[in-house]
């Protein structure tokens, strides 16, 4: 059973770099199939897709997001990564990591519990 | 990117049926049958419910179904239960991916 688990600093100073890392256990990261994705809640709002990585590194992003987000992989750890840079207030949320299935349409079949992170000084 | 538009909430009482939409555009739900429902429990993981319009995965109950018409998406739930009530969310690849606002379900 494939488990992903969100971990990082819960609260970040305005302005600051947020970083989280998802470790992933039950399965390989460097499988072919999926890529791994980053999503975030807002208290009170919808789900808002980040972005998303490939084993080989490839990257896609939110439009609304690119400018300040970096994902990464280290498949040496089976985890991957979020940097979303010059956080605000706004930047506040649960957020969550997750597998996306290449072969259901790239479906996010599996999510970590998430975790949330307040932008604060 | 805008996000899908979802009714904010739905209810219906033990037993019966529900419909929650999903309207996109041609550019993501119209486009592709790329398609995705989740359930959320609050302070849970979010679960996939159906992926591709309309297919269950392996451990989903068959009172669960989706379907596509045009640049609106549907979920079904039959014979609601009292644990079906949660946040469901839509989702559609379009060059990346777009959640819809989601919508309460509420079982009375």
């Known amino acids: 059973q494939v488990q992903l688990q969100e971990s990082g600093p819960g609260l970040v100073k305005p302005s600051q770099t947020l970083s989280l890392t998802c470790t992933v256990s039950?399965?390989?990261?460097?499988?072919?199939?999926?890529?791994w994705s980053w999503i975030r809640q807002p208290a009170g709002k919808g789900l808002e897709w980040i972005g998303r990585?490939?084993?080989?590194?490839?990257?896609n992003y939110n439009p609304s997001l690119k400018s300040r987000v970096t994902i990464s992989v280290d498949t040496s750890k089976n985890q991957f990564s979020l940097k979303l840079s010059s956080v605000t207030a706004a930047d506040t949320a649960v957020y969550y990591c997750?597998?996306?299935?290449?072969?259901?349409?790239?479906?996010?079949?599996?999510w970590g519990q998430g975790t949330l992170v307040t932008v604060s000084s | 990117q805008s996000a899908l538009t979802q009714p904010a909430s739905v209810s219906g009482s033990p037993g019966q049926s529900i419909t929650i939409s999903c309207t996109g555009t041609?550019?993501?739900?119209?486009?592709?049958?790329?398609v995705s429902w989740y359930q959320h429990h609050p302070g849970k993981a979010p679960k996939l419910m159906i992926y591709?319009?309309?297919n269950r995965p392996s451990g989903v109950s068959n009172r669960f179904s989706g379907s596509k018409s045009g640049n609106t998406a549907s979920l079904t739930i039959s014979g609601l239960q009292a644990e079906d009530e949660a946040d469901y969310y839509c989702?559609?690849?379009?060059?990346?991916?777009?959640f819809g606002g989601g919508t309460k379900l509420t079982v009375l």
């Open positions: 997750a597998r996306t299935d290449i072969y259901i349409g790239g479906a996010l079949d599996y």
């Open positions: 039950g399965g390989s990261i460097s499988s072919g199939s999926y890529y």
């Open positions: 990585i490939y084993t080989s590194g490839s990257t």
């Open positions: 041609s550019s993501d739900v119209g486009g592709y049958n790329y």
């Open positions: 591709e319009v309309s």
């Open positions: 989702s559609s690849y379009t060059s990346s991916r777009v």
